[in-house]
T-cell receptor
């Protein structure tokens, strides 16, 4: 079992929709959590870090649930330009970042 | 990502050939990582270097070697390339030390095909 699990999707949503992704992790010693965005044939780029209290950046909201060992990403008012693969990541005492396989999002007109 | 530079960006090798993938950073970060990304497999760690002078194996180290030449540079070597090493290779960096759990930054990747 991978340390970080994500539903690969694809999630196919219309413009303006709200979409949510979950990501579960197995290592309870995990300390830091992240969401990355990866466009086709490009490198992953940090979308946002995930803090214990939850955090928001414009249309994007990330939350952490330590008890259930998952993090979530909510995208409101989806844009065509949001189409990409979203990777969740975590790291812990070893300081080695590990990542899920990614969730594909397709936003259509 | 201007902070992490990978060369080359594309490479085609014949089975059995060797090559070195280069990674250089200008962010003065301590920790550097090599990942490979394959369809459906996500990012898998090959080797990492927590700080200058140290290297350690990751999840999939077989067939690879690494060198942390100095704080800026971390190279990945394939001694005898195999078709199973066809992949996209990403170098990543993090501050390390007491800032060890901050986010990682990735290079633009090297697309390697072994025929």
């Amino acid at each position: 079992r991978k340390e970080v699990e994500q539903d690969p999707g694809p999630f196919n949503v219309p413009e303006g929709a709200t979409v949510a992704f979950n990501c579960t992790y197995s290592n309870s010693a995990s300390q830091s959590f992240f969401w990355y965005r990866q466009d086709c044939r490009k490198e992953p780029k940090l979308l946002m870090s995930v803090y214990s209290s939850g955090n928001e950046d414009g249309r994007f909201t990330a939350q952490l649930n330590r008890a259930s060992q998952y993090i979530s990403l909510l995208i409101r008012d989806s844009k065509l330009s949001d189409s990409a693969t979203y990777l969740c990541g975590r790291s812990g005492g070893s300081y080695i970042p590990t990542f899920g396989r990614g969730t594909s999002l397709i936003v259509h007109p | 990502n201007a902070g992490v530079t990978q060369t080359p960006k594309f490479q085609v090798l014949k089975t059995g050939q060797s090559m070195t993938l280069q990674c250089a950073q200008d962010m003065n970060h301590n920790s550097m990582y090599w990942y490979r990304q394959d369809p459906g497999m996500g990012l898998r760690l090959i080797y990492y270097s927590a700080s200058e002078g140290t290297t350690d194996k990751g999840e999939v180290p077989n067939g690879y070697n690494v060198s942390r030449l100095n704080k800026r540079e971390f190279s990945l070597r394939l001694e005898s390339a195999a078709p199973s090493q066809t992949s996209v290779y990403f170098c990543a960096i993090r501050p390390g030390g007491n800032r060890g759990n901050t986010e990682a930054f990735f290079g633009q990747g090297t697309r390697l095909t072994v025929v």
